[in-house]
C-alpha cells in the first residue's frame, strides 16, 4: 500500500500518522489564564527537542477554527508546565481531556490537586511525578493547517522523590516512572520489554 498525502482528506492523514508514530509520550499541559483560571489537557503530538537549550514542543490544533485554551493561554502568560503522563493517572487524564470552555478548570473536573510552578507562572499535577516548567521560547504557526506548535524551554525539572535515579546519573528510573503514551483512537500503551543494546564501536 502506497498513498500520495497530498490525496488523502484530514482525517485519513490523521489516521495514517497517529497510528503509525507510535507510541507517542504524553503532555499532560497546565497554563493559568489571564483571569488566573487554571487549564489542564493533555498533548500527544509532544517532543523532545534538544537538551541545550532544554526544549520541548506541543503542537496544538484548534476547535472549530478557534484556539484552544491551552494555546491562548500560552501565548498571554507565556508559561506552561509539562506535566509527564503516568499509569496512575490515565483516568483523571483522559478526563481533563474534554472539549470543555475556557471557564471550566479541569482540574477541579478530575479531581486533581495542584500547586504553582516556581520559575514560571503556570500551576502543575500535584501528584504527578514527573513535571517539566516551561517558558515559552517560540511559537511556530504551521501553515496550511490548524496546528500551532509550541516550543517551551524547561526552566526547572520536578521529579518525585519516590522515583530513583541510576547511580550517579541524572536517568530517572523508567520502571518506576512508569509513563504512559498514545497509540491512537482510545488506545494506550505502557512500558513493556525495555531490551538494552551496546552501540557499535569503531
Ligand atoms: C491522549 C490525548 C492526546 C491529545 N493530543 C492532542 C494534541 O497533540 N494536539 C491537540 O490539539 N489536541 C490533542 N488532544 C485533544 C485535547 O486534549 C483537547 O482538545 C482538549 O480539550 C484541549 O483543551 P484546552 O481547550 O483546554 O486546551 C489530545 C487528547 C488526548 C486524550
Redo the contacts with the bound molecule.
Sequence with gaps: MIWDTAALGGRERYQLLTSLVVP?P??W?S?RSPERRR????????AAVASTPFLVS??????GGVE??????IRQTGAFCVNL?TEPQLVP??E?????G?D?D?FERAGLASANAESVDAPYVADCPAVLECRLFKVVELEGGP?TLVIGEVLRVRLADDIPLIPGTLYADTTALRPVG?LWGDL?ATIGDMPALKRPSV
Design positions: 507517542r504524553i503532555a499541559v497554563t487549564n489542564l489537557a493533555p498533548f500527544s503530538y509532544f506541543v503542537s496544538i490544533g484548534s476547535r484552544k485554551d491551552t494555546l491562548r493561554n503522563a487524564m483522559n481533563s481531556a474534554g472539549e470543555y475556557p471550566v479541569e496546528n498514545r494506550y
